[in-house]
């Protein structure tokens, strides 16, 4: 079956500076690449997802790449600020059933004031 | 629009005691979920429901039953918790039928402590 890992499990960045997180997954079928934020006693939000046949997303301050061949996928947030500070996880699924849905174990994110 | 609802946000639960979580939406919804979340170990799903009338396993279903009562609502019930419960439980809803790639909304969780 799938098995997403994410990497680092925890990361502190300045303000001002970007933030990177990394996840790999194994089953090739997997196609659909969403990524969530959750605050402190909160339920996780989507932030960004991005399919298969796309290889980069942009919003604002966010971005996500996607490597099919290797794959991995990564969350980018650049000029950070305090309210990035949250967990994020990634996960991947297909299109043929919510059974398949798998999340990454997560990745703190400090910002330093 | 409340979005996800789901009751109670805290429970102590003794060895061998049942209990259901429950768990609504108010968007129109399709699809709906019931994650467990531990220390280290991201979200896990333990059953979902792609449209009304129909529940499948997910990837940790053992211990847990689940009851999607009408569109809008979806419960999970313990019959006999056990400590290896103990974590944090959130529903989630996507409104396409069949759901996987489809955005899910999370309501805020029941936080659960089985003693």
């Known amino acids: 079956g799938e098995n997403v890992e994410q990497h680092p499990s925890t990361l502190s960045v300045q303000e001002g500076d970007s933030a990177v997180i990394k996840c790999t997954y194994s089953d090739s079928a997997s196609n659909y690449f969403p990524w969530y934020k959750q605050e402190l006693g909160k339920g996780p939000q989507l932030i960004i997802d991005i399919r298969s046949n796309v290889g980069e997303k942009k919003d604002q301050r966010i971005a996500v790449t996607l490597n099919k061949t290797a794959k991995h996928f990564s969350l980018h947030i650049t000029e950070t600020q305090p309210e990035d500070s949250a967990v994020y996880f990634c996960a991947a699924s297909t299109y043929s059933s919510a059974s398949k849905i798998i999340f990454g174990s997560g990745t703190r994110l400090s910002i330093r004031p | 629009n409340a979005g996800v609802t789901q009751t109670p946000k805290f429970q102590v639960l003794k060895t061998g005691q049942s209990m259901t979580l429950q768990c609504a939406q108010d968007m129109n919804h399709n699809s709906m979920y019931w994650y467990r979340q531990d220390p280290g170990m991201g979200l896990r799903l333990i059953y979902y429901s792609a449209s009304e009338g129909t529940t499948d396993k997910g990837e940790v279903p053992n211990g847990y039953n689940v009851s999607r009562l009408n569109k809008r609502e979806f419960s999970l019930r313990l019959e006999s918790a056990a400590p290896s419960q103990t974590s944090v439980y959130f529903c989630?809803?996507?409104?396409?039928?069949?759901?996987?790639?489809?955005?899910?909304?999370f309501g805020p969780g029941t936080r659960l402590t089985v003693l």
């Open positions: 989630a809803s996507s409104e396409a039928e069949g759901g996987g790639t489809d955005t899910q909304y």
